[in-house]
């Protein structure tokens, strides 16, 4: 019988390990390429377009406001891209009769197959928020980076954490990686927007508890947080979401969809 | 060939009605214009300044509009309009009235919105059914936005993130040991 030291240590050497796996999968399957341009690349039309055909924002936070407008959807794609297949691909493709017949416990390999998700779209918006912070100082020096750059990184990331437990959680109980990886870009891209705005704007309740209703803040904290545009003919609804319940939000989707997540993906059986 | 002298006949009548149909057409426009022209008063804003230039949000900032009237006699009866065009709000409307050669300004108050601001000022006189203003002046204000939330919460809402997702790998095994099994026994 083991220590409880050599229990743990193997654990961790064994989620290391199924860590480097996905990280090495998702690089021989390009999409660490791709995404890692994609980060470097839209932030850069932000910066090429203007300096060609038109002028800068008077102001770094104007800036900064328009260039991490987008940086959602690279948090959707990337995290789809990611997440999508992490669980389901072992079932589909029947890859987990070798991995599951290895002496590891099951909940290491979904936790390192969750991190190795987590970890490249993670560095994908960290590559996003260095290119723009490049492009600030290149236009309105050092001082263009103040502390709400830092403060919308850190929401980034933390919602980040949440959109990939998502799919993550899709992935882990859906059959299909196509069923998993769209449900997921399509919730975080659609379904859960849409949900919100109805919720707002008809029903006239404040979807306080609606991942997506949240995600705003990421450039709210250049511009102040007023109320969501998206209503009927684009006017703003009378709800602003707030900063803190949002992150206690992005907190608590990202730890029981990935606790859930991993509880399910332990309890399913190859077929 | 009275076949022919039909279809000629026809077709000079279809031509004069077009051109008699055209010029009845321009003539109408021309007194249109001239109609209008004539009743919409020669005003024009010449101006539209803050009170502050870098205001923060929710300060109370004036926001004064000139006029000037360029008619040999008053005017009465025109509506400026303040307009947040980002927003798509009406801040305010005033009725004035501005004396012949005369140039006047109208201050308007309004509690300043975090961002990017366009303010637009818009000239209506009250001339019956003319929906476009007559002359409209905009200009861009940058509000110093209220700071929300602070820097440290999501830092530490990440960091805690982390050690649960991390932590997550230790627990089966502390798991396995507090209730004295022996943790090989669950591998599979």
New interface residues.
């Given amino acids: 019988?083991?220590s409880?030291m050599e229990?743990?240590s193997e654990?961790?050497k064994n989620?290391c390990l199924t860590v480097s796996f996905e990280l090495k999968k998702h690089f021989r399957m390009k999409r660490m390429i791709i995404s890692f341009a994609l980060a470097i690349g839209l932030p850069l039309i932000f910066y090429i377009v203007p300096r060609i055909w038109a002028s800068f924002?008077?102001?770094a936070e104007?800036f900064a406001?328009l260039n991490l407008s987008f940086v959602n959807l690279l948090i959707i794609i990337s995290g789809s891209l990611f997440a999508g297949d992490s669980v389901v691909g072992e079932f589909e493709e029947k890859t987990g009769l070798l991995l599951?017949?290895t002496?590891?416990?099951?909940?290491?390999i979904f936790?390192g197959k969750?991190?190795g998700a987590?970890l490249p779209t993670l560095a994908v918006v960290s590559i996003y928020y260095l290119t723009t912070s490049l492009e600030i100082i290149g236009i309105y020096g050092t001082g263009g980076i103040s502390?709400?750059f830092?403060?919308s990184f850190?929401?980034a990331?933390?919602y980040t954490?949440s959109a990939v437990s998502l799919i993550f959680f899709f992935s882990s109980i859906l059959k299909r990686k196509i069923t998993s990886t769209l449900l997921g870009f399509f919730s975080l891209m659609m379904i859960l927007p849409i949900t919100s705005s109805v919720l707002q704007f008809l029903v006239d309740v404040e979807p306080w508890y609606i991942l997506t209703y949240f995600e705003g803040?990421i450039t709210?904290?250049?511009?102040?947080?007023?109320p969501i545009g998206g209503g009927p003919e684009?006017?703003?609804g009378q709800f602003s979401p707030d900063?803190?319940t949002g992150?206690i939000v992005?907190?608590l989707y990202?730890?029981i969809l990935?606790?859930v997540g991993?509880f399910m993906a332990n309890r399913r059986r190859m077929e | 060939m009275i076949d022919m002298r039909r279809t000629m006949s026809v077709f000079v009548l279809l031509v004069v009605m077009i051109l008699l149909f055209s010029s009845l057409m321009s003539n109408s426009s021309d007194f249109e214009l001239e109609r209008t022209e004539q009743q919409l008063p020669d005003v024009t804003i010449t101006n539209l300044t803050f009170s502050q230039s870098e205001p923060k949000?929710g300060e109370n900032i004036t926001i004064f509009v000139t006029l000037r009237n360029n008619e040999s006699f008053p005017i009465t009866d025109l509506t400026i309009r303040l307009v947040n065009l980002r927003?798509?709000q009406n801040i305010s409307e005033k009725q004035v009235s501005i004396d012949e050669n005369d140039e006047k300004t109208i201050d308007f108050n309004w509690t300043a919105?975090?961002?990017?601001n366009s303010i637009s000022a818009l000239l209506i006189p009250e001339v019956v059914d003319l929906e476009e203003p007559i002359d409209s002046m905009s200009k861009?204000i940058?509000v110093e936005?209220?700071?929300?939330?602070?820097?440290y919460?999501?830092?530490f809402?990440?960091i805690?993130?982390f050690i649960?997702?991390?932590g997550?790998?230790?627990?089966?095994?502390?798991f396995?040991?507090l209730t004295n099994r022996?943790?090989?026994q669950?591998?599979?």
């Fill in positions: 019988m083991k409880i229990d743990i654990d961790v989620t924002p008077d102001t104007e406001n599951f017949s002496p590891q416990r099951h909940s290491t936790i969750y991190i987590l502390i709400e830092f403060k850190f929401i990331l933390v954490t803040l709210d904290v250049f511009v102040g947080a007023g684009g006017q703003p900063f803190y992150l992005m907190v990202t730890l990935f606790s991993v | 949000e927003l798509e919105q975090g961002g990017s861009e940058w936005p209220e700071p929300i939330g602070d820097v919460s999501p830092l809402a990440l805690f993130i649960v997702i991390f997550s790998v230790i627990i089966p095994s502390i396995a040991f022996d943790p090989s669950e591998k599979d």
